[in-house]
């Protein structure tokens, strides 16, 4: 009886990884069709756009940066200064509840990588040489944008 209900137990446990494995698989497969190849390298595959090709880099204009996966908001014109460095920057989020910072690691060298909270996605990195008041610079893909006029 005992050797039974392991047996099932184990299978359980199979079924339950198998639906999981599944779930992932869709969720990557409404991501590809969402998104662009290039913002799907980004968002997805943590990439980072060639610097000084983004659309947003230069622009000026007032309104809200959302998430280009999600539509979460993100940062304010407010915020976004030229950093020179060939991608948007911002020198702060519009609230720290909508995006998550992470330490990463790779590629040798240790930064901190900017997450959209809602939905995941890949954003950029924050680096602490940005400019007064907050001296971060949210150092962000323009393919993981989406620009909002005030
Ligand atoms: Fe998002």
């Given amino acids: 009886m005992i ?4 047996i099932r ?8 990884i198998y639906i999981m494995i599944n779930e992932i698989k869709k969720s990557d ?6 998104l662009t190849p290039d913002q799907y390298m980004v968002l997805r595959g943590k990439g980072t756009e060639k610097p000084f ?10 309104g809200i940066y959302l998430c280009a996966a999600c539509g979460n908001e993100l940062f304010t014109s407010e915020t976004k200064f030229d950093s020179g460095s060939g991608w948007p920057s911002f020198n702060d989020a519009i609230n720290k509840e909508n995006i998550i ?8 060298m240790k930064r901190i990588e900017v997450i959209c909270k809602k939905c995941g996605g890949h954003l950029g990195h924050l680096f602490d040489d940005g400019p007064l008041p907050t001296r971060k610079r949210y150092c962000i893909n323009s ?3 989406k620009f909002k006029n005030k």
């Fill in 3 to 6: 050797f039974f209900i392991r």
């Fill in 9 to 16: 137990d184990i299978y359980t446990l199979f079924h339950i």
């Fill in 29 to 34: 497969k409404d991501w590809k069709e969402k």
């Fill in 53 to 62: 090709t983004g659309e947003l880099l230069n622009n000026k204009k007032k």
């Fill in 101 to 108: 910072e992470k330490n990463d690691n790779s590629f040798g």
């Fill in 143 to 145: 393919l993981s944008l």
